[in-house]
């Protein structure tokens, strides 16, 4: 979900949006919020629907939606100023970035949500469940940390199966039971 050559695609400059480097907050990111409660995130966040409905769900809990294209996260911040929620924050930075980010066992859990499924196998390491990102995972969910994907595109759900196998196998994964009372 490409929205380009959308005026004033540029992120005004507004509270809900991190302002500053992201690198200079790794390690400080619940300085930013009201009060210190767990951190979960959102890779690919897009327009903002699924973390704004948390926030609003769970308030004792800190969320920071990641986009990489400033043109969508414009349209999650003018979603947010019709409901500001003092529990979620967004950036606008490259996946790639994130153990740069954040500090090791910072985040507690890590959503990736209908990700984009780079189809050709040349692009595999852009995929968001690739053995790269995985590892960059490891480097900052906590300890108990769980990553929740969520998929309607077989092809990326095999391939990130298969890498989550391998990663079960190694002991750097631990298999969870599903949830049926849903994200939080």
């Given at each position: 979900m490409r929205l380009r050559n959308i005026p004033g695609a540029t992120p005004p400059s507004q509270r809900p949006l991190h302002q500053g480097s992201p690198r200079r907050t790794k390690g400080h990111w619940q300085e930013i919020f009201p009060s210190q409660q767990p951190l979960r995130i959102e890779i690919g966040m897009g327009k903002g629907r699924f973390m704004m409905d948390l926030a609003a769900a769970h308030p004792d809990i800190?969320?920071?939606?990641?986009?990489?294209?400033?043109?969508?996260?414009?349209?999650?911040?003018?979603?947010?100023?019709?409901?500001?929620?003092?529990?979620?924050?967004?950036?606008?930075?490259?996946?790639?970035?994130?153990?740069?980010?954040?500090?090791?066992?910072?985040?507690?859990?890590?959503?990736?949500?209908?990700?984009?499924?780079?189809?050709?196998?040349?692009?595999?390491?852009?995929?968001?469940?690739?053995?790269?990102?995985?590892?960059?995972?490891?480097?900052?969910?906590?300890?108990?940390?769980?990553?929740?994907?969520?998929?309607?595109?077989?092809?990326?759900?095999?391939?990130?199966?298969?890498?989550?196998?391998?990663?079960?196998?190694?002991g750097r994964l631990h298999q969870r039971s599903a949830s049926r009372s849903g994200a939080q």
């Amino acid at each position: 979900m490409r929205l380009r050559n959308i005026p004033g695609a540029t992120p005004p400059s507004q509270r809900p949006l991190h302002q500053g480097s992201p690198r200079r907050t790794k390690g400080h990111w619940q300085e930013i919020f009201p009060s210190q409660q767990p951190l979960r995130i959102e890779i690919g966040m897009g327009k903002g629907r699924f973390m704004m409905d948390l926030a609003a769900a769970h308030p004792d809990i800190n969320y920071l939606g990641i986009e990489r294209y400033s043109s969508v996260l414009l349209r999650a911040l003018q979603k947010m100023e019709e409901n500001p929620l003092p529990n979620l924050f967004f950036i606008c930075m490259d996946a790639a970035d994130v153990a740069e980010v954040f500090d090791h066992g910072e985040v507690d859990r890590i959503y990736l949500n209908f990700s984009d499924p780079w189809p050709k196998d040349r692009h595999a390491k852009r995929r968001l469940t690739s053995r790269q990102f995985f590892a960059r995972y490891d480097e900052v969910l906590a300890p108990e940390g769980c990553l929740e994907f969520k998929t309607d595109n077989q092809d990326l759900f095999t391939f990130s199966l298969r890498r989550s196998r391998s990663r079960l196998a190694s002991g750097r994964l631990h298999q969870r039971s599903a949830s049926r009372s849903g994200a939080q």
